[in-house]
């Protein structure tokens, strides 16, 4: 069995970045990683803009009567518009300030009369505009590449001037589960039968993270049965993920199976809780790298194992760094560890102040996985964390 930070150590050597590009849609592109860096196109603000309503003018003007040129709104041109001393012009918010125009005042502190406007207060606040470029300039780095997009990121996009980007291939994968006990949605269920509770989540997740997925269903433990299947899965993916059959049991047949296919081993089994029996290994075809992840049949073993590394294994085959996001955070009850050699993820939920540990009660307690916010991240030798400590939590 290997050690939590060993697994994470062999995990970055072995798995390679992904050097296949796309281009996608603006529409289409959160969730993506960026393959180039973006630009913005122009300034912005691209000129200089009221954000209110009111009057434009020169400065040197203020508190005196001032005859109006006219009206601006947004959207029109003020190429061919000039403001010369005495003169204003009328703006709406959003228009573009013309020629010789460095103030701008609310519309609720003038007077408007026979063509004319005067100021109603001493007190002017004349900068009721935006100056060009004073966000960014023209040519600055909006993302850099390795960006994962979020929605958030849209509007910003947008500023580029482009409707599609070049971005890093997503990774393909393949999704089986063995077990001849298990049922899926909607079944009904004889009294030695249970219901695949892991696979609903874990194809949501992977669909989530914008990644395609064939999902295969349930396939009886049969050897001949699961041969084919995986077989059939591996022809199309870059990852072919099951759960079930990867410990030493008389019908765990992934383990023979992987090494029949052609796999390499990285590990079998490493130092974590719950998730301990998960089987992780590669095999190299036509210049490329593809992945074979056997996550343990016990439901939250096997949730825990998507989020702790296959989360991982998508992020370096995307070319961006690990979005585990792990802060530390209060812990607001005291947490009793009862195995002390391995790393433990246990499922915990935020409130205000802090985060609460889940009552959980072992690897099958898949309802612990209702109220779920994050994990808890236990590090090894570790028994007993204090109300008010300071722990690691990873977000799911």
């Not at 001037?161 to 009904?188: I, Q, R, W």
């Not at 005291?334 to 690897?363: C, M, Q, T």
Request: glycine share 8%; charged share 25%; proline share 5%.
């Amino acid at each position: 069995m290997i050690s939590f930070a060993d697994a994470q150590n062999l995990l970055k050597k072995e798995v390679f970045p992904s050097g296949e590009m796309q281009f996608v849609s603006l529409e289409e592109i959160v969730g993506h990683v960026l393959a180039e860096d973006v630009i913005i196109a122009r300034d912005e603000p691209p000129f200089a803009k009221a954000f209110m309503d009111g009057i434009c003018f020169r400065q040197d003007d203020a508190y005196r009567t001032l005859k109006l040129k006219g009206r601006i709104l947004a959207g029109q041109s003020v190429a061919q518009l000039e403001i010369g001393p005495g003169e204003a012009y009328a703006i709406m918010t959003g228009a573009a300030l013309p020629a010789g125009a460095n103030a701008v005042v609310r519309k609720e502190d003038l007077v408007f009369e026979d063509g004319f406007v005067s100021f109603s207060t001493q007190d002017l606040k004349l900068d009721c505009f935006y100056t060009q470029g004073s966000d960014l300039e023209a040519g600055s780095l909006l993302f850099k590449k390795g960006h994962l997009v979020q929605e958030r990121d849209l509007p910003s996009l947008i500023l580029s001037g482009k409707d599609c980007f070049s971005v890093y291939c997503k990774m393909e994968f393949a999704f089986l589960t063995s077990g001849d006990e298990l049922l899926g949605p909607g079944k009904s269920a004889q009294d030695f039968q249970v219901y695949d509770t892991s696979s609903s989540y874990i194809v949501s997740k992977l669909r989530q993270w914008k990644s395609p997925v064939r999902h295969m269903g349930i396939i009886a433990d049969r050897p001949d049965l699961l041969e084919a299947a995986l077989r059939e899965a591996l022809l199309s993916c870059d990852c072919l993920i099951t759960t079930g059959g990867v410990s030493v049991g008389d019908c765990d047949f992934i383990p023979q199976l992987v090494d029949k296919l052609g796999f390499t081993v990285v590990f079998h089994k490493w130092a974590i809780r719950p998730g301990k029996p998960l089987l992780l290994a590669f095999r190299d075809q036509e210049n490329k790298r593809q992945w074979f992840v056997g996550l343990p049949g016990n439901p939250v073993s096997s949730l825990v194992n998507l989020e702790v590394l296959i989360k991982e294994l998508v992020a370096i085959f995307e070319n961006r760094d690990s979005d585990r996001r792990k802060i530390k955070l209060p812990l607001l009850n005291d947490l009793l560890n009862n195995d002390l050699k391995r790393r433990a993820f246990l499922p915990a939920s935020l409130s205000e102040g802090g985060v609460i540990p889940i009552e959980f009660h072992g690897s099958n307690h898949i309802l612990s996985w209702r109220q779920i916010d994050a994990l808890i991240e236990v590090p090894e030798g570790k028994e007993k964390l204090l109300k008010g400590e300071l722990v690691d939590v990873r977000f799911l």
